[in-house]
């Protein structure tokens, strides 16, 4: 599966913007797709993953009730809506897909995730 990342831009602290992952190869014979982001220092963090079979859809904290993640099987896609940004947000956010099955406790692990997108910057100013 390759992954292809778009969507990010700089916005202002309160406004929306969506992120795209276009992905090719055996899209959804994965398992999952994810969304994990990194600040410049620090380490790659969860965001946001849907589970294929059942769209089960998983969040951290800092972002429930913010952003949604989403798919669409025709185009291939899966997407993360991202309302009410703040500065915070900032980072490099990547996509992921995991092609074997894991249990759902590990749901937001890097390790569970085995292809990845090469990231697209989020910067969100005050």
């Known amino acids: 599966v390759q992954l292809q990342a778009s969507g990010g831009g700089l916005v202002q602290a309160g406004d929306c913007l969506r992120l795209s992952c276009a992905a090719s190869g055996r899209p959804f014979s994965s398992v999952a797709m994810g969304w994990f982001r990194q600040s410049p220092g620090e380490e790659r963090e969860f965001v946001s993953a849907?589970?294929?079979?059942?769209?089960?859809?998983y969040y951290t904290e800092s972002v429930k009730g913010r952003f949604t993640i989403s798919r669409d099987g025709a185009k291939n896609a899966v997407y993360l809506q991202m309302n009410s940004l703040k500065p915070e947000d900032t980072a490099v956010y990547y996509c992921?897909?995991?092609?074997?099955?894991?249990?759902?406790?590990?749901?937001?692990?890097?390790?569970?995730?085995?292809?990845w997108g090469q990231g697209t910057q989020l910067t969100v100013s005050s």
């Open positions: 849907i589970r294929l079979s059942a769209n089960t859809t």
């Open positions: 992921a897909a995991a092609l074997r099955y894991f249990n759902s406790r590990y749901y937001s692990d890097i390790t569970s995730y085995d292809s």
